[in-house]
């Protein structure tokens, strides 16, 4: 039966580290560290069978929580051609980045 996975991701990831900033995981240290890591979850997501969706958190930085892919002022943390080739490397469908 088909489904999608409607939350994934959540790393934490901030260029300068508040003290009262968190994330869902331990802070990365780097941003080829996070991107490493996006690229190992979202190709274990590509790899379930049946798996027709799924949803990235998070779009942006919230509050205290640096866990987006965009910061508080909505601007990239990552190169989002980068981002785009790591959503889309089986899955062609879908959102539209352009």
């Given at each position: 039966?088909?489904?999608?996975?409607?939350?994934?991701?959540?790393?934490?990831?901030?260029?300068?580290?508040?003290?009262?900033?968190?994330?869902?995981?331990?802070?990365?240290?780097?941003?080829?560290?996070?991107?490493?890591?996006?690229?190992?979850?979202?190709?274990?997501?590509?790899?379930?069978?049946?798996?027709?969706?799924?949803?990235y958190t998070q779009l942006t930085d919230v509050e205290q929580e640096v866990n987006g892919?965009?910061?508080?002022?909505?601007?990239?943390?990552?190169?989002?051609?980068?981002i785009k080739q790591i959503m889309t490397a089986?899955?062609?469908?879908?959102?539209?980045?352009?």
């Amino acid at each position: 039966m088909p489904f999608m996975i409607s939350e994934y991701g959540g790393i934490a990831y901030e260029e300068n580290a508040q003290q009262e900033s968190w994330g869902y995981s331990k802070r990365m240290e780097s941003k080829k560290a996070v991107i490493d890591k996006i690229r190992q979850l979202t190709n274990a997501v590509m790899s379930i069978p049946d798996c027709v969706g799924f949803c990235y958190t998070q779009l942006t930085d919230v509050e205290q929580e640096v866990n987006g892919l965009l910061d508080h002022n909505h601007q990239y943390k990552f190169d989002p051609e980068i981002i785009k080739q790591i959503m889309t490397a089986t899955h062609q469908n879908g959102f539209d980045f352009n």
